[in-house]
């Protein structure tokens, strides 16, 4: 079974980029829609983008979040990234990495890791 | 693009069942059969319960169902049991193709 861990900086400044990576083990990371969802304390589940590959990139963010966001990704290593500019405290959370066969449902998903924005 | 509208907090006894409802527009719920559900315990990640508003990922137990009528979706927990006491998650594809969750729902086991 496919397995997902962030990993990443647990603090960042505030007018920092929060850069985050997720692992992908057991499986291929072509052809999946790979996800990054992010969850403020004690607050709700939250899209911030997705990226496909299979030869090329696609990439789709929320709009919200477009101005900040940014997903790449490295097939050599298995890997996909977020970078997320100019944080301030709002965008303390716990960070997830997922995947899904589309881009419309989130199988499997990374255990998360809490970010916090503070200087 | 604004959250889905879930309830805060439904209850229900052993046994019983409940729906949670997930509300969003012509833009997302309503435009798409791409609603799924997620069940998070606390601390823990989210786990896929339904995807395509009425499937079910293989292992997941058949007392979970969802439906759709409308701008608003449902998921059904028939004969509630205490491992159920969660909160659940919405989401659905929108027409913008991004993903959208609702604000999620306190599932209490009575």
């Known amino acids: 079974q496919e397995q997902l861990q962030e990993s990443g900086p647990g603090l960042v400044k505030p007018s920092e980029t929060l850069s985050l990576t997720c692992t992908v083990s057991g499986g291929s990371i072509s052809s999946y829609y790979w996800s990054w969802i992010r969850q403020p304390p004690g607050k709700g589940l939250e899209w911030i983008g997705f990226i496909y590959y299979s030869g090329s990139t696609s990439t789709n963010y929320n709009p919200s979040l477009k101005s900040q966001v940014t997903i790449s990704i490295d097939t050599s290593k298995n890997q996909f990234s977020l970078n997320l500019s100019s944080v301030t405290a709002a965008d303390t959370a716990v960070y997830y990495c997922?995947?899904?066969?589309?881009?419309?449902?989130?199988?499997?998903w990374g255990q998360g890791t809490l970010v916090t924005v503070s200087s | 693009q604004s959250a889905l509208t879930q309830p805060a907090s439904v209850s229900g006894s052993p046994g019983q069942s409940i729906t949670i409802s997930c509300t969003g527009t012509s833009s997302d719920v309503g435009g798409y059969d791409y609603v799924s559900w997620y069940q998070q315990y606390p601390g823990k990640a989210p786990k896929l319960m339904i995807y395509d508003v009425n499937r079910r990922p293989s292992g997941v137990s058949n007392r979970f169902s969802g439906s759709k009528s409308g701008n608003t979706a449902s998921l059904i927990i028939s004969g509630l049991q205490a491992e159920d006491e969660a909160d659940y998650y919405c989401?659905?594809?929108?027409?913008?193709?991004?993903?959208?969750f609702g604000g999620g729902t306190k599932l209490t086991v009575l």
């Open positions: 989401s659905s594809y929108t027409s913008s193709s991004t993903l959208v």
């Open positions: 997922a995947r899904g066969s589309t881009m419309t449902w989130l199988r499997y």
